[in-house]
């Protein structure tokens, strides 16, 4: 299964951008681009990196090498492949951490070696950035949170599968889903657990929960990747009537959701994100104006919004810089 799903990944990023996963296209005279990503096995990473691809191509920058550990989230493989790119210095570095703390003295080296860096995805607790490109965390949460208890009419049992502890995306997420709660009293909060951003990971909780607690009515998940751990594992609790919210909008979200298995998710757009983070790097290199922070909104996308997330992804368009860059 879980060779199945690097295949996916590989699968996804080649039709992305038409290319393996560490390929760097030829440019005839442009910016060297380092791309960073958290593992091979989100298909949220191959819309980052297909974003990435679009906008370094349409600003004429290029080439782009990409980096992911093979081991999914794995400190020490990032810390080498930081080292690495430091060595090879390129003109700009694109960069999410596997750990926000853990990364910091990689990240001063990469400063001291006077090598840009956009930050994107979730903030790095050190270092020096020219910006930092992210999803509005605690709003998505709080409009998935709602729509689950919507859907539960307002009471019920639910659980959070959340991601990493410390990390932005999930600590704005988790507070999210919290304060949904919060305006509902007759909504109990049975469990909050952290699956790590591991499918795998939200599996296993799920299991765990559905035995300590076996009246569970809705799961609120920090990412696609794990409510789709957590809708495996109650499918074979046979537990398919309890409704599960996750953040994302990746391919198999929407087929989860046309499906009935998914109520929703809330866009967390990483095709945008890889788009404006390239876009600031390429723009600073450039001498240009780049705001210190970049926020990407996004919808709840449900049965009668999947439409435009159907668009594969070497389909899409990158936004106007100018719509986001205020």
């Not at 960073?36 to 349409?58: I, M, S, T, W």
């Not at 493989?77 to 003109?91: A, G, N, W």
């Not at 999410?96 to 930050?119: F, T, W, Y």
């Not at 035995?211 to 990747?225: E, K, L, T």
Request: one cysteine or more; aromatic letters at 6%.
């Amino acid at each position: 299964m879980k060779n199945s799903r690097v295949l996916q990944w590989v699968a996804l990023v080649a039709a992305a951008s038409g290319a393996a996963l560490s390929a760097a296209p030829a440019s005839a005279a442009g910016e060297r681009l380092a791309a960073f990503y958290k593992n091979q096995v989100d298909p949220h990473f191959a819309l980052v990196r297909a974003g990435v691809e679009a906008a370094a191509k349409d600003m004429g920058a290029g080439p782009v090498t990409h980096y992911a550990p093979t081991r999914p989230n794995n400190l020490a493989e990032q810390l080498s492949e930081i080292e690495d790119v430091t060595v090879k210095k390129p003109d700009a570095i694109l960069f999410m951490a596997v750990d926000p703390r853990g990364v910091v003295p990689a990240i001063e080296k990469v400063n001291a070696a006077g090598i840009p860096l956009v930050n994107y995805n979730d903030r790095v607790r050190g270092g020096k950035f020219v910006s930092y490109v992210a999803a509005d965390d605690y709003n998505l949460g709080l409009d998935a949170g709602r729509y689950l208890i919507k859907a539960l009419g307002g009471k019920g049992n639910v659980v959070i599968i959340e991601g990493v502890k410390g990390a932005t995306t999930s600590d704005d997420r988790v507070r999210g889903f919290n304060k949904a709660i919060e305006e509902n009293p007759g909504v109990k909060l049975l469990a909050s657990q952290p699956a790590n951003y591991q499918r795998l990971q939200a599996l296993q909780v799920m299991e765990n929960l559905v035995q300590s607690n076996p009246s569970i009515d809705g799961v609120m998940a920090a990412a696609d990747v794990m409510a789709f751990g957590a809708i495996e594992a109650l499918e074979a609790a046979g537990k398919k009537a309890t409704k599960v919210v996750g953040i994302g909008g990746v391919p198999e979200s929407i087929e989860a959701i046309k499906a009935g298995r998914l109520l929703a998710t809330a866009e967390f757009n990483g095709y945008k994100m890889g788009c404006l983070a390239t876009m600031a790097a390429v723009r600073s290199l450039r001498k240009e104006t780049v705001p210190d922070t970049i926020v990407i909104k996004g919808i709840v996308i449900d049965k009668t919004t999947t439409g435009p997330f159907e668009i594969p992804a070497e389909k899409r368009t990158c936004p106007k810089w100018e719509d986001y860059a205020k």
